[in-house]
């Protein structure tokens, strides 16, 4: 049981990228899942979530206008489209499933909540 990101890479500021979230072993339908990452240095950051019922979103001030989080259940996949990205989106990115909730809330401090980390993903914003 895992989430399984994708999508990373190089990528010039202003550009965008689109990382996927599959989930392995589990159903969306069950779960909000919400999107990190973590910078060399810096603690885990949570970005954004989405709700499983009704696919409410949340974002952090730090993305919010930028990205955008959304799913398909039919793939069992959750995407987080990047865009206008800056070199301070340099991170790993993970995603998880808050296996106590269904319903979406502020992902950075309920950390605690989420289970099936995957490995991350790379994203690295340079000229």
């Known amino acids: 049981v895992q989430a399984v990101e994708s999508g990373g890479g190089l990528v010039q500021p202003g550009g965008s990228l689109r990382l996927s979230c599959a989930a392995s072993?589990?159903?969306?339908?069950?779960?909000?899942i919400g999107w990190f990452r973590q910078a060399p240095g810096k603690e885990r950051e949570g970005i954004g979530c989405i709700s499983s019922s009704d696919s409410s979103t949340y974002y952090a001030d730090s993305v919010k206008g930028r990205f955008t989080i959304s799913k398909d259940n039919a793939k069992n996949t959750v995407y987080l489209q990047m865009d206008s990205l800056k070199p301070e989106d340099t991170a790993v990115y993970y995603c998880a499933a808050n296996t106590m909730r269904r319903r979406c809330v502020e992902p950075g401090s309920t950390q605690y909540e989420y289970d099936y980390w995957g490995q991350g993903t790379q994203v690295t914003v340079s000229s």
């Open positions: 072993g589990f159903s969306l339908d069950y779960y909000a």
